[in-house]
């Protein structure tokens, strides 16, 4: 019988992780504050609006091309009756897409990779129940053009790196697969010879050694695992869909309109929430087959930085008339190249992600592109059935386990103690005994307020120490309970942080095969916009 009957999920709010930032917390919220810096709310409502909205403004033209380039990219893979229909569909004014994009990290990097696409499945497939008349493709727009490769040439397996080395330089969805086949022969020694350590092994060989390129790695990699659910994986680095942004990117150059925009906001936006990028006079790279380099404009000259190249301006127009795919956007352009060439509703990212969006609204509405409804992606943290048990006996909530390590030991060993003394109880009894003593003082002798204020001081101080040292003598006595506490929070939570930014989905894959898909699949909701806890 499959592991998965006995699967559970628990969703609870976001921030009570203490793992999310303001400006998510504030967006989840709907506070005034933010408001400004989104279209529609992800919402039935907001996105009735958003399909009114994409349906009126996506040429057909942009349809037929994008369904050509991404026939032509799935030629040589072998594709789910699903996707093939997706993909078909694209044609049909009526079909829209819901995206999530990411980095080519090696082996898909950290476990959020997972839950990014299967939030876009999961919301395609609710809003196909909502919407009857329209039709929801789930994309994975891979971020091929990247070029941090320190970023993405890693991935960790049961707390050990995995590592790629090669040289560095230009988009990584171009690197050949170089040196993975030292890669492969190291970590599949790592997985064993059980069914699923097989399936492993057989999915990375496959994808970094019979693959030619990184796109194609990481699109077989994504396809193998999701396409049952018609996943459409594209690669925007491709000169015809270039093609089509390329009015976009002339205005770039000669206009600078997004760093117009874009600096607007930021003014609007440092006034409540941290900025995230800030944008550069010109946001294009220049790319070549080993280089991504800064497009620079300096009195009418557009060098290349790094390098050599300088254009005149009809000399960089003409560039980009005839070799758009040498022209790259950079983190403020890439959201608008996306929703230029996807009859796109909906982008799911993290928090970082959608913070660095909120900063782009005036810039779309500069170039007249509907800007789409943003979703916090879905967090997961899985936990054994061991585990929950744990928890269970150290009297320790799934909310609990994701404070700080100090204040969780705290808690617990107070709870724990046998002596039952409240310093907040003795604190609010010190501040009113002192709060009398300055209306004797105010009645009396003005100048005794200053002295009663340094004594009322001290008097906290004391006692502030007192509970340190109390504490520090509880856990000394309590080093078993502390002991399991630490041991307990510092597997579900490595480095102190979410698992999901550390782990790579194979641990779990190889001990729960196939069925971990569908857990996930099952257990995330989008749209409930809370954090899931995965019993499994």
């Known amino acids: 019988m499959s592991r998965i009957h006995f699967m559970k999920f628990t969703h609870i709010p976001f921030h009570k992780t203490g793992f999310f930032s303001k400006t998510m917390t504030d967006y989840l919220d709907q506070k005034e504050s933010i408001k400004q810096f989104y279209n529609n709310f992800p919402d039935m409502k907001g996105f009735a609006s958003q399909i009114q909205e994409k349906a009126t403004s996506f040429p057909q033209v942009t349809r037929k091309e994008l369904v050509t380039v991404l026939q032509d990219q799935y030629s040589n893979i072998t594709a789910s009756e699903a996707t093939l229909e997706n993909i078909k569909s694209l044609e049909n004014k009526d079909t829209f897409t819901i995206t999530t994009g990411h980095q080519l990290n090696l082996f898909t990097g950290p476990l959020y990779f997972l839950y990014k696409i299967l939030s ?13 008349l329209q039709r929801f493709v789930p994309v994975y727009w891979m971020a091929t053009e990247d070029h941090d490769f320190e970023e993405i040439n890693y991935f960790n397996f049961k707390g050990k790196k995995v590592t790629w080395d090669r040289p560095e330089g230009g988009a990584v969805g171009r690197f050949s697969l170089e040196g993975l086949q030292e890669v492969f022969a190291s970590f599949s020694k790592q997985l064993g010879d059980s069914k699923n350590a097989i399936f492993l092994s057989q999915l990375f060989e496959k994808a970094y050694v019979s693959q030619n390129s990184l796109a194609d790695a990481t699109r077989y990699i994504a396809n193998e695992l999701f396409k049952s659910y018609g996943l459409v994986i594209l690669d925007a680095d491709d000169q015809r869909l270039k093609n089509i942004f390329a009015p976009l990117m002339k205005d770039e150059l000669l206009n600078q309109t997004s ?47 790094n390098t050599d190249l300088v254009f005149s301006e009809a ?35 993290g928090g970082g992600e959608l913070a660095y969006w909120f900063q782009l609204k005036a810039y779309f509405e500069a170039v007249e592109i509907p800007f789409p409804i ?82 009322q001081r001290k008097q906290l101080k004391g006692l502030e120490n007192l509970e340190k040292r109390l504490l520090r003598a509880e856990k000394r006595k309590n080093f078993l309970l502390i002991n ?48 899931t806890i995965l019993e499994l």
């Open 120 to 132: 876009t499945i999961n919301l395609s497939e609710t809003l196909a129940e909502q919407f009857p």
């Open 259 to 305: 760093k117009k925009a874009v600096s607007k906001t930021i003014l609007n936006l440092e006034k409540d929430y941290k900025v995230q990028v800030n944008p550069r006079d010109i946001n294009l790279f220049y790319l070549t087959e080993n280089s991504r380099e800064r497009i620079i404009e300096n009195e009418g000259q557009y060098p290349i930085h």
């Open 315 to 349: 000399e960089i127009i003409y560039e980009l008339e005839n070799h758009s795919d040498r022209f790259s956007p950079n983190v403020i352009m890439r959201p608008l190249y996306q929703e230029v060439i996807l009859p796109n509703l909906c982008y799911i990212g």
């Open 374 to 455: 943003l979703l916090l992606r879905n967090s997961v943290q899985i936990v054994s059935k061991k585990q929950v048990k744990k928890l269970h006996n150290l009297d320790i909530s799934f909310e609990e386990m994701f404070m700080e390590q100090h204040l969780l030991l705290a808690k617990k060993v107070q709870k724990n103690s046998d002596i039952q003394f409240s310093f907040a109880d003795a604190t609010e009894l010190l501040t009113q005994q002192f709060l009398a003593l300055r209306r004797i003082a105010n009645d009396t002798d003005v100048s005794f307020i200053g002295a009663v204020d340094a004594q």
């Open 484 to 531: 399991r506490i630490k041991s307990l929070q510092d597997q579900l939570l490595p480095n102190k942080s979410l698992e999901e930014r550390q782990r790579n989905f194979s641990e779990y894959y190889l001990a729960h095969g196939h069925d971990l898909i569908i857990a996930l699949k099952e257990s995330l909701k989008p749209l409930e916009q809370a954090f």
